[in-house]
């Protein structure tokens, strides 16, 4: 079959944080035959090696702006790629957020947080563990959001980050240990949290050792632009979200 031109079967717009690299390399990655992603950045700060609360609470402006400039490409969808600046300001902002997206594109939107809620709820999961690079103050915004989601969580951890550059180098070994410490017996799955971790490659790794479904940003924010674009493909090696 001839792939041209590029996106025959689909085409997902991504706003990502200039800072980070990890994303839209995971979406091609994921990615079945004929969907492409294309992507315009937005800056999480400018002091990116130091970001706040502040920062990730401002967005909105940076991301109706983009999501104004991707519009201009006959998308299929649009995804807001950022985990803590999509909870930050809690669950109602967050729809709200979602809703500006979609009059301005006219197309399905998401942010990350909303994408992680719905692959939630597909695999019937109440209770989680989540794993972040976080600090703790942000840590604390991220239990609220999601307990307001109407989920239990059942531990939360974080490395203390608020350096974006150190969270997209943090390497395979850091982020499953970090993963397999996170859990805890009673928790139905594990959430690895933030677009800037590299972790899609590890899912099936920690879904065999935890022996439950695994979730990450990146996959969960991909999964719901796959579905809002009314694509079905059955995707292998990324974890139990691909076979909902």
């Known amino acids: 079959m001839n792939d041209l031109p590029y996106g025959w079967r689909g085409k997902i717009g991504l706003i990502y944080i200039a800072s980070a690299y990890s994303m839209d390399v995971e979406f091609q990655q994921m ?21 706040s609360i502040d920062d990730l609470s401002t967005l909105e402006d940076d991301v109706l702006h983009a999501t104004k400039v991707l519009a201009q490409a006959p ?5 807001f790629g950022c985990t803590s600046g999509s909870f930050v300001n809690g669950a ?3 729809q709200q957020l979602i809703k500006h997206m979609e009059n301005i594109a006219n197309i399905p939107c998401t942010t990350t947080a909303t994408a992680v809620v719905e692959a939630m ?3 019937h999961i109440e209770k989680i563990a989540i794993a972040t690079p976080y600090t703790k103050e942000v840590n604390v915004l991220a239990e609220q959001y999601f307990s307001e989601s109407g989920f239990q969580i059942s531990n939360m951890t974080g490395l203390g980050h608020d350096n974006d550059y150190v969270i997209s180098a943090l390497d395979s070994h850091t982020i499953y240990d970090m993963a397999m410490a996170a859990d805890t017996a009673d928790a139905e799955a594990l959430f690895l949290s933030c677009t800037g971790l590299s972790a899609t490659h590890l899912i099936e790794v920690l879904e065999e050792d935890l022996q439950k479904p695994v979730i990450t940003s990146n996959q969960a924010t991909f999964w719901q632009a796959l579905r809002q674009s009314q694509i079905a493909s059955p995707i292998k090696g990324f974890g139990q979200l691909f076979s909902c």
Do not use: M, N, W
């Not at 079945?32 to 999480?44: D, Q, S």
């Not at 998308?75 to 995804?79: F, V």
């Open 31 to 51: 990615a079945p035959r004929g969907v492409t992603t294309h992507t315009t950045r937005i800056a999480l700060s400018d002091q990116p090696e130091c970001f």
């Open 92 to 94: 109602s902002y967050d």
């Open 75 to 79: 998308l299929d969808a649009i995804a």
């Open 121 to 123: 709820k597909a695999l």
